[in-house]
Nanobody, 121 residues
Framework: VQLVESGGGLVQPGGSLRLSCVAS????????MSWYRQAPGKERESVAN????????NYAASVKGRFTISRDNAKNTVYLQMNSLKPEDTAVYYC???????????????WGQGTQVTVSS
């Protein structure tokens, strides 16, 4: 199993970024996927999730209306489009599938390397 996040960077407040997470080693299309973030000194938090088939989505209140999660099952990739970025969005962003973890498909405690997002002027 491997989850590889990319697309982070330094952006000014109000800017946009698109994160990608490429999954391998499991049947991506079968599992709901989530984006998480962890800011310095804070616990990791869930930001958005998307179901496996229908593609229904849910968002944390702090990002609703600004972030959009999507997936391309043909490419084994989940995306996070982030608009109207704020300094408080600064964090390392990770993808994972709690669905797959519960079923033992992804090892408990496994995380990719994440991608750093820094929002600053």
């Amino acid at each position: 199993v491997q989850l590889v996040e990319s697309g982070g960077g330094l952006v000014q407040p109000g800017g946009s970024l698109r994160l990608s997470c490429v999954a391998s080693g499991f049947t991506f299309s079968r599992y709901a996927m989530s984006w998480y973030r962890q800011a310095p000194g804070k616990e990791r938090e869930s930001v958005a999730n998307i179901s496996s088939v229908i593609g229904s989505t849910n968002y944390a209140a702090s990002v609703k209306g600004r972030f959009t999660i999507s997936r391309d099952n043909a490419k084994n990739t989940v995306y996070l489009q982030m608009n109207s970025l704020k300094p408080e969005d600064t964090a390392v962003y990770y993808c994972n599938s709690p669905h797959a973890v519960r079923l033992g498909v992804i090892p408990q405690g496994y995380w990719g390397q994440g991608t750093q997002v820094t929002v600053s002027s």
